[in-house]
């Protein structure tokens, strides 16, 4: 079936870049996405990548694409204390209806000053 | 364009009680998908309606359902509440207009909790 594997914490100083990394399973994902949740919030859409991309880059933000292993990572270069969020990776499957995306269960980035 | 609303935000209720949470899209969009997200599971796909027609389920049980309608206003209910159900229940509209594929605009949830 399907599913999205995250890690569930990251942590970095200030400045520094963060990667953070994701694997699915769904062969026939069409788009990935990348969300972020800030405490008390829903989740806003960062960026996303269709499936025949390996890279996509957005001002801080680069996503990698590896299909042949199914990875997928976001990488956000000097990384603020603003950044400090849950980021949920996510897929939406070839022919799947248009609001049922798969999430992960998010990763925790805590930014230290 | 004002974003999508949930109401209420937070909501507690009493095992067996049943509740309704309601969702309002963003204007000139018409559909409507809700999600359930915990600690332990994540976020978990509840189903999706189009032009009040329900057009995707997760796999949840019967307790919960929900219905659209003609404004493309949505509602969720939950009957017989178990205490698992404690969730934080997100609703997410899409539509024509957007630069990115099948983007979801989420609302801010409602956070539900069952004693």
């Known amino acids: 079936g399907e599913d999205v594997e995250q890690s569930l914490f990251l942590s970095v100083r200030e400045g520094d870049s963060s990667v953070i990394n994701c694997t699915y399973t769904d062969s026939s994902s069409t788009y990935l996405y990348w969300y972020k949740q800030e405490p008390g919030a829903g989740l806003q859409l960062l960026t996303y990548i269709f499936s025949n991309m390996d890279m996509k880059q957005d001002q801080r933000l680069t996503v990698l694409l590896n299909k042949k292993d199914k990875h997928l990572s976001l990488r956000i270069a000097d990384t603020q204390t603003g950044d400090s969020a849950i980021y949920f990776c996510?897929?939406?499957?070839?022919?799947?209806?248009?609001?049922?995306?798969?999430f992960g269960k998010g990763t925790k980035l805590s930014v230290k000053p | 364009k004002a974003g999508v609303t949930q109401t209420p935000r937070y909501l507690i209720k009493t095992r067996g009680q049943q509740v309704t949470l309601s969702c309002s899209p963003i204007?000139?969009?018409?559909?409507v998908s809700w999600y359930q997200q915990t600690p332990g599971q994540g976020l978990q796909f509840l189903f999706e309606?189009?032009?009040?027609?329900?057009?995707n389920k997760g796999n949840f049980p019967g307790r919960f359902s929900g219905r659209q309608f003609s404004n493309s206003r949505s509602e969720m209910n939950v009957s017989t509440l178990e205490l698992g159900d404690s969730a934080l229940y997100l609703c997410a509209s899409s539509g024509p207009g957007g630069t990115i594929p099948y983007e979801q605009y989420f609302g801010p949830g409602t956070r539900l909790t069952v004693t």
């Open positions: 309606y189009f032009s009040e027609t329900q057009r």
């Open positions: 204007s000139g969009h018409r559909s």
């Open positions: 996510a897929e939406k499957n070839y022919g799947g209806s248009q609001g049922n995306l798969i």
